[in-house]
């Protein structure tokens, strides 16, 4: 009992050990993977990203312009980001807030008319 004790006196009285987290917030690592963000516009929905996503959360219709993502099962590995041809996709240094229902990212925007189509 007299062990414990002094224990606990000297951790009353020493510098703490965690961060007192709503005053004191770590800044990000090198490499961290926030938020997916798509620049709808530069998109030429090839569906490049679709495919490579390990968990399916992405959807890509390329003829009616359309690109969805379910945020809850993505599992922000940036994979889609690294294969986009276009660089259209990018991750932000942003956590994705706290969110109690399924969350889906949904963009429209006009697709790329192949060449052959363009030149009739």
Partial sequence: MFNMTKNVVANLFSKSST???PFAVRGHFEGFRGTLHINIDECIFCRTCMIKCPSQCIAVDNKAGTW???AMSCVYCGVCVD???TGCLSMSK?????ATEKQTMAYQGVPK???KEAAE
């Avoid at 942003?94 to 706290?98: A, K, Q, S």
């Fill in 113 to 115: 008319k192949k060449k």
């Fill in 19 to 21: 961060r007192l987290y």
């Fill in 94 to 98: 942003e956590h994705r807030p706290v």
């Fill in 83 to 85: 294969v986009c041809p």
């Fill in 68 to 70: 969805t993502c379910e």
